[in-house]
């Protein structure tokens, strides 16, 4: 972080604000514990924050500490709208352009106030008064113990604030096997576990909590998956239809993108999962090793993310989309 917007925001916390946090939409792991670790850091300098999500978090997500206090805009976006305009600063995490918060942007370019941004998306928006954005981090979390130690506040972080920061770390890094893993990711983890969080436990309610039917769509997905050696790619789809059959609940297709870089040679990995309410197919890039699937993602797919996890979509149907992602995986 620069000396100037440390400076900058301690002297904005210098009295009690109310305080917007806000993780992007659909918030994983990392963006839910990064809000929720600054939220309770806030409380404790005894300012006024508020999380806000754009809209529902997955369930493996909903104990988290503090979680049952977070807003959801989209449920009741009259209320969202008023809690934004009251708001004296904005934080945002976990992304890097506003449109990340869907509806909620029409209300947050509206306002005055400062926003603060602690990131490690590429290639940031400049929207925020202050920025603490750093794409070699593994997660925001990682920076949010970063960012607590720039305000003095070391010393702050309980148990609670310990265990939403390692829940981002922990989701953000694969359970720390990502190449942005470093030894400072450790000492932090190092130090969290001594603040007497379940590291164990957390590992127990983020990964352990599947239902016989996600597994079943588990199952769909991996018959799905086409494998092409000779590009070291294979990717899956689930279309609405299968998710349907199998009751699928936010959060059921997590992680899935994984398996195709689990195949022994295959270095890029994607997952399309056709979301017919919103008429488009979401989908997910994954690679190993120095393939950019973020510039991937924003050439050919109106999205974005980090080199090795990215995130696009398409408005054509399923057929489609894919037939496109071949030719151009062939003509790579
Ligand atoms: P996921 O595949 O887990 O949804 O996302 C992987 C990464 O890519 C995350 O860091 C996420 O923020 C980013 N990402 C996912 N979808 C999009 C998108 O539509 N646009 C942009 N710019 N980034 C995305
Ligand atoms: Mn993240």
Redesign the pocket.
């Known amino acids: 972080m620069n000396k100037d917007d440390i400076k900058g925001i301690r002297q904005l916390l210098t009295s009690p604000k109310r305080i917007a946090i806000i993780p ?1 939409r ?1 918030p ?1 792991g ?2 839910m514990g990064s809000t929720l670790g600054l939220y309770h850091f806030l409380l404790k300098l005894g300012h006024n924050p508020f999380v806000i999500a754009p809209n529902e978090f997955p369930d493996f997500l909903a104990w988290l500490p503090g979680s049952e206090k977070v807003s959801v805009f989209e449920k009741d976006k009259e209320t969202g709208i008023r809690m934004l305009q009251e708001a004296d600063i904005v934080f945002t995490l ?4 506003l ?2 918060t869907g509806e909620m942007e029409h209300t947050l370019v509206t306002l005055k106030v400062p926003f603060v941004m602690i990131d490690h ?1 590429q290639k940031p928006d400049s929207y925020a008064t202050f920025m603490y954005s750093d794409t070699t981090f593994g997660s925001t979390c990682e920076m949010l113990y970063n960012f607590i130690r720039e305000m003095d506040g070391e010393h702050l972080i309980d148990r609670t604030i310990a265990t939403c920061i390692y829940t981002g770390i922990v989701t ?1 890094s694969g359970s720390f096997r990502y190449p942005s893993t470093t030894s400072a990711t450790h000492r932090i983890v190092a130090n969290l576990i001594e603040l007497g969080i379940d590291n164990s436990e957390v590992h127990t309610l983020l990964f352990d909590n599947n239902s016989f039917d996600r597994l079943q769509l588990m199952g769909q997905a991996l018959q799905n998956m086409k494998v092409f050696p000779e590009h070291k790619t294979a990717y899956i789809t689930l279309s609405q239809k299968e998710l349907d059959q199998h009751h699928y609940v936010k959060g059921d297709t ?1 992680g899935l ?1 994984n398996y195709g870089l689990s195949i022994k040679g295959i270095i890029f990995a994607a ?1 399309f999962i056709e979301h017919r309410e919103e008429n488009i197919i ?5 690679s190993q090793g120095n393939f950019d699937v ?1 510039q991937f ?2 050439d050919h ?6 080199i090795n ?5 398409s408005y054509q149907n399923m057929r489609d989309t894919i037939k496109k992602f071949e030719n151009i995986i062939k003509s790579l």
């Open positions: 992007h659909s994983d990392d963006a976990d992304f890097n352009a449109h990340r998306h953000d997590e993108v997952i979401k989908i997910s890039f994954r973020n993602a924003r797919f109106n999205g974005g993310g980090h996890a990215a995130g696009g979509k």
